[in-house]
């Protein structure tokens, strides 16, 4: 439907009333068809905290203030914006706290720094995907990978994106990056990173391994899951190490390089060692942690042998190294494997199964639904730790966060150190 011309001369003036308060990231409606506002800015208040604001425009004389409150909930809910404003020809409404009503401004609230840190999940999804509509609808998961990384770049500790002119905070810009990544994309659904829900199992199950300085994952990909369980470590209220090393394997050259673009917008106080190889044919790394979530169902090209038994798929090996390892002590603390069920039961992997119980490192197998958004098979969750004596077995339900994050029941106390 055509906008009337009044419409069209107050967006102008909106535009330019947002770049004068200080409003450095700034999206129209031609990017946020489906979200629920006319534009959306971002700025930085007096403490330094990141401003979102959606915007509405109403140029007419009769305006249904509840249906405009109604969308600028939305708005709000999908671009994670702090504050919602209509705009009408006889000046500036901010929507209240109740989310019901308008309260009456005298101008649009400014910015007090020019210098924009966005520091939140959500609106960093929301500026990706507004910036990556069509190659998150139409592309390739590597390609539209390639495309913002290039927009990109590293700056005194944060995340700049030029165009933008904006500043993301490192982590939070990896944890939205990895979201929007792990979903399904228009041609093909992304081999890059595993599933958040897959990243919040490694992380939640991490946590019953203390003093971690090194992390390493035999199936790197973009390092995702690695970031996941780094991130709590760097937290105020936890012991910061001087420095947390995190190791993996890479054998495709192009994942390879994207890998080492992600980890140069990283934190400073991780270090990224990784190699150009298969997790299958390389020598694995001493490291304190050992994390994992290998292709799902994947035959080796060549039958392997490990500690004596013989192993065809992607997941028997990673399973299989990872025992052998913790056992012999190069992998010093344990080690977390996000696989599918069908191990645990098959003929062909009874001698798998005999080996573990051999090393004496199952510390648990936690039954999972599925998590990966490619995927309907059920998982399973292994944890390994030296000189296990006893094992715990689980089989979870949707409610599986809870019981790992130790919030129902006791699994997680029967899980620590």
Not at 25 to 41: I, P, R, T
Not at 96 to 104: A, K, M, S, V
Not at 144 to 173: C, I, K, M, N, Q
Not at 391 to 407: H, K
Request: glycine letters at 8%; a negative charge.
């Amino acid at each position: 439907m055509k906008r009337p011309r009044d419409y069209e001369a107050l967006e102008q003036e909106v535009l330019k009333e947002l770049q004068a308060a200080g409003y450095r990231a700034m999206f129209g409606a031609d990017v946020l068809s489906q979200q629920g506002c006319d534009f959306v800015g971002y700025a930085s208040d007096h403490s330094g905290a990141t401003v979102g604001t959606a915007i509405q425009i109403k140029s007419g004389q009769n305006i249904n203030f509840a249906l405009e409150a109604a969308n600028l909930q939305l708005a709000k809910k999908m671009t994670g914006a702090a504050r919602g404003l209509l705009r009408t020809p006889s000046g500036y409404f901010e929507l209240d706290e109740t989310g019901d009503n308008f309260i009456g401004l005298s101008g649009l609230p400014r910015s007090s720094d020019h210098r924009v840190v966005i520091r939140e999940v959500k609106p960093i999804q929301s500026l990706i995907r507004q910036q990556f509509a069509g190659v998150l609808k139409n592309g390739y998961s590597q390609d539209f990978a390639l495309e913002l990384l290039t927009r990109v770049r590293s700056s005194d500790g944060l995340v700049y994106w030029a165009e933008l002119d904006s500043y993301l905070e490192p982590v939070a810009f990896l944890e939205a990056f990895s979201q929007i990544l792990s979903q399904p994309f228009g041609k093909l659904a992304s081999h890059l990173a595993p599933s958040p829900e897959v990243q919040e199992v490694i992380q939640l199950l991490s946590y019953v391994f203390s003093d971690v300085t090194t992390i390493f994952d035999p199936h790197y990909g973009l390092g995702f899951a690695s970031f996941k369980v780094a991130t709590p470590l760097l937290s105020e209220s936890l012991p910061r190490p001087k420095a947390l090393q995190m190791l993996g394997f890479e054998s495709n050259e192009v994942v390879f390089e994207l890998a080492q673009r992600v980890s140069d917008l990283s934190p400073a106080e991780w270090d990224l060692k990784l190699w150009r190889e298969s997790p299958t044919d390389a020598d694995w790394p001493e490291a304190d942690l050992l994390i994992s979530a290998p292709p799902l169902g994947l035959r080796l090209p060549i039958q392997k042998q490990i500690a004596g038994v013989a192993t065809k798929a992607f997941e028997d090996d990673a399973i299989l190294r990872a025992a052998h390892y913790v056992a012999t002590g190069r992998i010093k603390k344990g080690a977390v494997l996000i696989t599918g069920r069908s191990w645990l039961f098959r003929n062909d992997c009874q001698l798998l199964r005999d080996k573990l119980l051999d090393l004496g490192v199952v510390k648990a197998v936690i039954g999972l639904p599925a998590l990966r958004k490619n995927a309907s098979i059920e998982l399973v969750a292994l944890v390994l730790r030296q000189n296990s004596d006893e094992t715990v077995v689980a089989d979870l339900g949707l409610d599986w966060s809870e019981y790992l994050a130790g919030r129902i029941g006791g699994l997680r106390d029967l899980l620590k150190d």
